[in-house]
């Protein structure tokens, strides 16, 4: 059966760091491309990043450039979400998701684009 499950999420205050993870099970990381949400409440589902298969092409939405990295570990089969200098409109649900094709595309932001989703892990960001 394919699963995602992220864990890592709490609750940090502004300028700190935590690092998300993705863990998979039921198929292999290496082979899909894999992009990370986040949904706040009363707002939509919006892209983070995205990493494609069999490599380190990364992408990211511009909110959140030069503070995220998204990265693999194949051998462990999970996917990270390396976030810094933490702010409080990160606060949010965050989602990892696979996409249905090995790349993410440009329009990897497209929550049509994935076909399986983990249960969310939650980030809060407050002092």
């Known amino acids: 059966q394919l699963q995602l499950v992220e864990s890592g999420g709490g609750l940090v205050q502004p300028g700190g760091s935590l690092r998300l993870s993705c863990a998979a099970s039921?198929?292999?990381?290496?082979?899909?491309?894999i992009g990370w949400f986040r949904q706040a409440p009363g707002k939509e589902r919006e892209g983070v990043s995205c990493i494609r298969s069999r490599g380190s092409s990364t992408t990211y939405a511009d909110s959140v450039k030069d503070r995220f990295t998204i990265s693999r570990d194949n051998a462990k089969n999970t996917v990270y979400l390396q976030m810094n200098n933490l702010k409080p409109e990160d606060t949010a649900v965050y989602y990892c998701a696979k996409h249905r094709l090995p790349m993410c595309g440009n329009t990897w932001y497209r929550r049509n684009e994935y076909d399986y989703w983990g249960q969310g892990t939650q980030v809060t960001v407050s002092s």
């Open positions: 039921g198929f292999t990381l290496d082979y899909v491309a």
